[in-house]
Every structure is written in structure tokens, then in C-alpha cells.
Nanobody
């Protein structure tokens, strides 16, 4: 079964850090780019980052550059999103995605 499962969300205070993970199963994970998206209440889903098959090809949306880092461990079929200096506006459900496959999302809440 093709599947992406996010984990690691939670409640943190402004300025703190959090790492969310996306673990894949059922397909050749190593060959695919993986994207992180987020959706805040009442807002459209937006792209946060995208990582290619290696750590050398990573892109970020402007609002998270310098604060968020995406990496992958192909041996573990897992992609990580390290989020530092979190802000209340980062509060959202975070999803990982590749092609037409989406995870169920993990809630990240940042209190001021």
C-alpha cells in the first residue's frame, strides 16, 4: 500500500523548535522528490519546501527560508522538516506529498 505518514507535530511557544517527519511505504521512495505543504485555518494549502532525491536539491518558500530545513534519510524512507524560530503564523496542519500521494497531516501550533 502506497502511503505517507507524518508525525512529530505539537504545541510549542513562539521562538521554539519542532521537527516533523514524513515516512513513506509501498513505493521506491529514494527516487522521488518530497514536498511539505501546510494549511492554516481558513487559508489555502501552501507549499513550504521541496527536496529532490538527495539533500543537494532543496527549495523553500520565502517565509520559512533561514528558519526551516528539510532533509531526508533514504535508508529510513523518511523526510524531515526541522522548524526553528517558530512563529504563531506557522500554525497549520503540515502535510507531505509526492506526485498524487498525500499524508494525513500533523498539527503544528505555535503560541505567542
Amino acid at each position: 500500500q502506497l502511503q505517507l505518514v507524518e508525525s512529530g507535530g505539537g504545541l510549542v511557544r513562539s521562538g521554539e523548535s519542532l521537527r516533523v517527519s514524513c515516512t513513506a511505504s509501498g513505493f521506491g521512495f529514494n527516487s522521488y522528490h518530497i514536498s511539505w505543504f501546510r494549511q492554516a485555518p481558513g487559508k489555502e494549502r501552501e507549499a513550504v519546501s521541496c527536496i529532490g532525491s538527495t539533500d543537494e536539491n532543496v527549495h523553500y518558500t520565502d517565509s520559512v527560508k533561514g528558519r526551516f530545513t528539510t532533509s531526508r534519510d533514504n535508508a529510513k524512507n523518511t523526510v524531515y522538516l526541522q522548524m526553528n524560530s517558530l512563529r504563531p503564523e506557522d500554525t497549520a496542519v503540515y502535510y507531505c506529498n509526492t506526485l498524487e500521494l498525500w499524508g494525513q497531516g500533523t498539527q503544528v501550533t505555535v503560541s505567542s
